[in-house]
């Protein structure tokens, strides 16, 4: 451990004492080990270190996570957390902490974490503030996502999100991360439930749709969800949605209401665009086929990186942009090269969702700092 400006104290990737080094990533593991205890005045605080990395594959991607008391409030029968501990014993000047995560693998430093204040080293311009709206998870609301400078509808009435160093990649609603998918090429999983119910209903959807329908009652309206006042939501019966005219498939009701309700946001952002009613069918039936995998991570051709789209959040009014080059992971070189898509699927049930985790890939571009005395989330361009 070392001293970083007045009464602020950080942790980097390098070996400090008798502590193990934290240096972020190397082995596929998921656990939560004890690392040990760290004095502060009077009292003891417990360092946890929480390993969520990936295989050595994923070269410059920060996998580790240094459990030091991120959450706002503090959890009964725990241990008390290192944040909370500094704050109260006077040790730092500002209650605040902030990460900076390397992403040149060529350097030694992997990153680094200040309590007590920022590095300005670290950042280019200001931060961009934005109030917590649950504590505990330092989550936050955001705006809408864009793919090449285009609506994808879902969020542009508002989602959660939460910053989370601790999640490797960006992880959002399916709605969403099958459109990334297709715009990128990522490889996915062809839906039949998509294709069936888009197959059976897709026309009917659009003709409600142009008749101006509240988009939230379409599934609902045609039988295959039932409205709750917000949204739709599983009618809980088994239907039969034909697939061609040789045969049928039988699918449950949860897959078909969300293959609807995914549909009805697929459809409005192409009406949106003025395209034609063959071109939006086709397109949906295009999403269909990419999916994102039920495993997580999706590959991609590494040859077509330079012409990929970005893909942007609003985050307090303000556009933060990833390029293909930021959000895709490549390793190795040359023909054995790999690349891998940031963007993973993450579908969480209201109430609680939808939500966004901005992980590594995107603390990676952004330099993050969490405000506890002000209850606030920043970003800043990472330098």
């Known amino acids: 451990m070392y001293e970083k400006g007045e009464e602020a104290y950080s942790w980097s990737g390098d070996a400090v004492g008798d502590w193990e080094a934290l240096a972020w990533g190397s082995t596929h593991m998921k656990k939560r080990t004890t690392v040990g ?39 009964p029968n725990r241990a008390t957390v290192l944040r909370y501990n500094m704050i109260k014993q006077g040790l730092v000047k500002e209650p605040v902490f902030s990460f900076w995560f390397n992403r040149n ?107 101006e329908t509240e988009p939230t009652k379409v599934c609902s309206r045609i039988g295959l969800c039932t409205f709750d006042g917000t949204h739709g939501v599983s009618i809980g019966i088994e239907s039969m949605v034909n697939v061609n005219a040789d045969g049928s498939s039988g699918l449950q009701s949860d ?44 590959s991609v051709d590494c040859a077509a990186i330079s012409s990929m789209p970005g893909v942007s959040f609003t985050i307090g009014n303000k556009t933060f942009e990833l390029t293909a080059e930021q959000y895709i992971l490549k390793v190795g070189e040359g023909a054995a090269a790999q690349c891998i898509s940031g963007f993973i699927a993450l579908d969480v049930p209201p109430p609680r969702g939808p939500i966004w985790i901005l992980g590594d890939v995107f603390m990676g571009v952004y330099h993050t700092v969490f405000d506890y005395g002000n209850l606030r989330v920043g970003f800043a361009e990472a330098a």
């Open 37 to 75: 205890l760290c004095s502060y005045g009077e009292e003891n605080t417990r360092l946890w270190r929480w390993a969520q990395t990936r295989p050595s594959k994923w070269g410059q991607s920060i996998s580790l996570y240094v459990w030091a008391g991120t959450g706002i409030y503090l959890e």
């Open 255 to 298: 897959a078909i209401c969300s293959v609807c309700e995914m549909a009805v946001v697929w459809m409005q952002n192409q009406l949106r665009q003025n395209q034609t009613q063959e071109r939006v069918l086709n397109y949906i039936n295009e999403l269909c086929e990419r999916l994102p995998s039920p495993m997580g991570e999706s």
């Open 105 to 211: 693998a060529d350097e030694g430093e992997g990153g680094e974490i200040v309590f007590g204040g920022v590095d300005p080293n670290h950042y280019k311009g200001e931060h961009t503030y934005v109030p917590v709206t649950q504590k505990g998870y330092w989550q936050f609301d955001m705006g809408d996502v864009h793919i090449d400078g285009q609506s994808t509808g879902f969020c542009a009435g508002g989602c959660a999100a939460i910053a989370d160093s601790g999640t490797s990649l960006i992880a959002g609603p399916m709605t969403v991360i099958a459109e990334i998918n297709q715009k990128i090429g990522a490889s996915g999983v062809v839906s039949q439930e998509c294709k069936a119910v888009v197959a059976q209903y897709g026309e009917q959807i659009l003709d409600m749709l142009l008749s």
